[in-house]
């Protein structure tokens, strides 16, 4: 492990900001992107010594591994500023964590701590502009691995690179999403990847998402792969259905990703007394909910999304429209989650972070 106290991130400046050719009133989600960018390659056995560059295009090899085999893991995290200025990020230890968990299972080197962290936080200080004060207004990050080597033999690489990239961020879905139960097509299965971020797991679902558009959906909540009957994410999100007051959630493992929302509502409703069970939820039991009045709610929780209601559900040609509530667990764990974030609420469990 190398100590980030002996060594110095190597800054080069953009010579122009593009800051004020922004519109933060107005964003799509991913689209503008900040100034630098943190560069870091993995070469000859070991992670070489980290650049923050400005921001743009890469200038690699047309046979590097992750064009043909997609070896390539990334994460999602948010950077947040209060009133007075201060940067915090919400629980960056897990998905530290979880990228190099990704990154182990498609035989990728592990990151290390030091860098990681000195990285976000040098990319943070020059980029504090980009990050703007008020619930909902913050800075995305993306940190992602590419296996870069030129080689197409189906194998590891030898070499790869790290980068953090940042672009300033409404929330992924403009409003309330429509949804489709998988029936056919699937995510993830058992002893595959489901659980890591790894860029395959996305690319997989864009076309049952496009028929899932074509009929009027904008997401596919995924079945499991064996029988189609339990329902586990949405590919963007994790999910929670509401039956009456008890929050549902699937368990996790091997084929959903370890939500760090997902795990954060999980202990609001623990703080707050909120029945909550963790088991295998099966279509039909919600499809009954559905048609007996006692589904309330469906949402999705994800960093990207935050929590997003979900206004409508498909499967089997069924259609059910869920109930507008007053005071949904939605717009509860919503106003929770994004208080604590932006520092307008105590944190109990220390999982905001002061960059
Ligand atoms: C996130 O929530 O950060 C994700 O990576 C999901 C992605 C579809 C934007």
Redesign the pocket.
């Known amino acids: 492990m190398i100590d980030s106290s002996t060594y110095e991130i190597d800054v080069v400046k953009a010579a122009n900001s593009k800051i004020n050719g922004v519109n933060f009133d107005d964003l799509q ?2 689209r503008v992107f900040t100034d630098h960018m943190f560069v870091c390659d993995y070469i000859d056995g070991k992670w070489q010594k980290p650049q923050i560059i400005p921001y743009g295009p890469l200038s690699i090899e047309p046979s590097a591994r992750v064009f043909h085999y997609g070896q390539a893991v ?4 948010k950077a947040y500023k209060d009133d007075l200025g201060a940067i915090f990020m919400f629980r960056p230890q897990e998905n530290f964590e979880r990228i190099n968990k990704s990154a182990a299972r498609l035989a990728i080197p592990e990151f290390p701590r030091d860098y990681f962290f000195k990285g976000l936080k040098t990319l943070l200080d020059l980029e504090k502009d980009w990050i703007k004060v008020g619930l909902g207004k913050t800075l ?1 990050l993306r940190p992602f691995v590419i296996a870069t080597e030129p080689a197409i033999s189906a194998s590891p690489a030898n070499q790869y690179r790290f980068m953090i990239i940042c672009s300033p961020a409404a929330e ?1 879905y403009a409003g309330e999403v429509r949804v489709l139960f998988a029936e056919k097509y699937s995510r993830s299965a058992d002893g595959g990847v489901g659980f890591a ?1 790894a860029a395959g797991n ?1 690319a997989a679902q864009f076309y049952p998402t496009e028929l899932a558009k074509k009929k009027g959906f904008n997401q596919v909540i995924w079945t499991d792969a064996n029988t189609h009957e339990y329902l586990e994410e949405a ?3 994790n999910i929670f259905f509401r039956v009456n007051d008890t929050l549902l959630t699937a368990p996790n493992n091997d084929r959903i990703l370890d939500g760090v ?1 997902r795990k954060s509502v999980l202990q609001l409703a623990k703080d707050y007394n909120i029945k909550h069970e963790v088991r295998p939820i099966s279509v039909k039991e919600i499809k009954e909910a559905a048609r007996n009045g006692n589904l309330k709610e469906i949402f999705g929780a ?4 935050v929590i997003n209601p979900i206004a409508a559900f498909e499967h089997a040609d069924d259609v059910f429209e869920l109930p507008k509530l007053e005071n949904s667990y939605a717009s509860f764990f919503k106003d929770k989650l994004t208080r604590i974030q932006h520092n307008l609420a105590d944190d109990p469990h220390g999982w905001r972070y002061k960059v």
């Open positions: 989600f991913g990334f994460e999602g995290m995305y992924y971020k996305y590919g963007t999100m929302t994800g960093t990207a999304a």
